[in-house]
């Protein structure tokens, strides 16, 4: 029974792994190699406990022969007793063999329901892994399609083969950038949910970058109602690719940036010195939230792909002016 409560928080543990590092992957080629490799673990632990019970039962002293008297040696070594019982029991899920049979009543019956239960998972790891290379193969048909017309067009403009090169370089890296962080408002399907879990959603999605900042992390702790409705209301994500401009000098400042991923360049001189650097963890333009402002400089990224977070203005002035610790603002400002 020990074991069991043991196996049960083994494989929560598993899981909740998985679904952790299932975050990281972005690429669709990523996540197919990590669905086929899970199955193939699951099957791996399935034939362990699978083995340890066929290596059990021919252990037992209740039959005159068993297939451990049969067929292993004698003083063999553990490994090699563990190694033979596991490579008979992925047998009964592939259509492999090997020299080892059922030498008994008990053993027969076990071997029948291991052949009844690969029949099932072996057509099921089958199958999806039939249906996963078939929709990584529709997409890299798709991409491959692009790919050709553009080709297609230099050949027939009769473009040189040094800018070809340099189109379909561009083209390959501009893909890449593309892959951002799924946003909530990309899914139709959490739109549908109640007002609340969207708020909740949001906050926790959010919070950890507000935080950063003394004032809000102030707010988050004397004004919980305050801080939702600035996560859910005044905040949105933004995904920006190399050399996109957030915004430039003279232009009406309307949000305050968090910046989250990848990096930017912060100019005020337009190339007369070196630009300061932005990384995750800053922000700029916090002035625009408490008097109407220009930006005094330009906001572009440097890194193949970024992504930050806007406080919009009005957003977060309507937020205020709801709330209680109004006063505890206005004083900050």
Sequence with gaps: MLRLVRLVKLTSRIFLSEWKFSGLIRS???????NIFGLLFFLAVINHWLACGWFGIGSLDVFEN???DTYLPRDSPFVYQYATAFHWSLTQFTPASMEIHPTNLLERL???MLILMGLMMFST??????????????LNVARRGQENL??????????SLELG??????????????????????????????????????EEVFSPVLTIHALFAHVHKIDQDLHQSICSEALRE???????????????????????????????????????EISPTCWVAESTLWLAWQHRGRLQVTSPSAEHLELQVESFLSC??????????????
């Excluded at 553009?150 to 473009?159: D, H, K, M, P, T």
Aim: charged share 25%.
């Design 28 to 34: 669709e080629n990523g996540r197919a190699l990590r």
């Design 66 to 68: 068993s297939w451990t």
């Design 110 to 112: 076990y071997t029948i």
């Design 125 to 138: 790891l089958i199958s999806t892994i039939t249906n996963t290379m078939n929709h990584l193969r529709q």
């Design 150 to 159: 553009v080709l297609q067009y230099i050949s027939e403009a009769r473009l």
């Design 165 to 202: 090169n340099r189109i379909m370089s561009h083209l390959r890296r501009d893909e890449a950038a593309h892959r951002h962080r799924l946003h909530r408002t990309e899914l139709p399907s959490l739109s549908r949910l109640p007002p609340s879990l969207k708020k909740q959603i949001q």
């Design 238 to 276: 933004v995904s920006s690719v190399q050399f996109d401009e957030v915004f430039r000098m003279g232009k009406e400042a309307t949000a305050m940036y968090f910046i989250t991923c990848g990096k930017m360049a912060y100019d005020f001189t337009y190339g007369a010195c070196y630009p300061t």
């Design 320 to 333: 205020v002016d709801a709330s209680l610790t109004r006063y505890m603002l206005r004083k900050y400002a």
